[in-house]
């Protein structure tokens, strides 16, 4: 079965500086995508990036990187250049094709001091 | 653009009802899921769909019941309303013709008391 591992249940990062969540990803298909949506207070999932297993460079979007290391089955998030608006939870998830079903971790919540 | 709706937003059960909720999308996605999230926890599968007239189980089915008559639309039912089923639960649909990415629903607050 497909497992998405977050270790990180709690983040602190002052304004500004660059921040690394973590995630591994257990599977054993070739073809999977992977996900990170981010969740604020008021509750809705919002969708920031998107790597496929096939994908050589890594996913950028604006301040959003997604550091993929297949080997390692990791997919960490960076982002650049913290703000006071990225406080929030957030989610990676895997696509398995096979399966065809789209799985969670446990999220990791971000708070950005000022 | 409605997108994914869910119906209805908010719900307080009693114990042993049983209840309906609607997801309702309008993007042409095949792949349709059922969520619930407790309390600073991640998402969890219930049942999901990747077409009309299938379904399949996810991570914690039991207790509860899914239909896809539809394509638009994905039912996920109560039969018997358990207090362990209080949370807040997800509707989300995906591929194709949009981007690899699925949408999510506002979520519906259920409580059972």
């Known amino acids: 079965a497909q497992k998405i591992t977050q270790t990180q249940p709690g983040m602190f990062v002052q304004e500004k500086e660059a921040v690394t969540l973590d995630c591994t990803y257990d599977?054993?298909?070739?073809?999977?995508?992977l996900f990170w949506y981010k969740q604020p207070s008021s509750g809705e999932m919002i969708f920031l990036i998107y790597?496929?297993?096939?994908?050589?460079q890594n996913a950028t979007e604006g301040r959003y990187s997604l550091n993929f290391q297949k080997a390692r089955k990791s997919a960490n998030l960076v982002i650049s250049a913290s703000q006071l608006g990225d406080s929030a939870m957030y989610f990676c998830?895997?696509?398995?094709?096979?399966?065809?079903?789209?799985?969670f971790g446990q999220g990791t919540r971000l708070t950005i001091n000022p | 653009n409605a997108g994914v709706t869910q119906t209805p937003k908010f719900r307080v059960l009693k114990t042993g009802q049983s209840m309906t909720l609607l997801c309702a999308q309008d993007?042409?996605?095949?792949?349709m899921y059922w969520y619930r999230q407790d309390p600073g926890m991640g998402l969890r599968l219930i049942h999901y769909?990747?077409?009309?007239?299938?379904?399949a189980k996810g991570e914690v089915p039991d207790g509860y019941n899914v239909s896809r008559l539809k394509k638009q639309n994905f039912l996920l039912g109560l039969e018997s309303a358990a207090p362990s089923q209080t949370s807040v639960y997800f509707c989300?649909?995906?591929?194709?013709?949009?981007?690899?990415?699925?949408?999510f629903g506002q979520g519906t607050r259920l409580t059972v008391v």
């Open positions: 989300a649909s995906s591929y194709p013709p949009t981007g690899p990415e699925a949408f």
């Open positions: 599977t054993s298909d070739q073809s999977y995508g």
């Open positions: 790597q496929g297993s096939y994908d050589e």
């Open positions: 998830a895997a696509l398995i094709q096979g399966a065809q079903k789209l799985v």
């Open positions: 993007m042409n996605h095949e792949y």
């Open positions: 769909s990747v077409g009309e007239g299938t379904t």
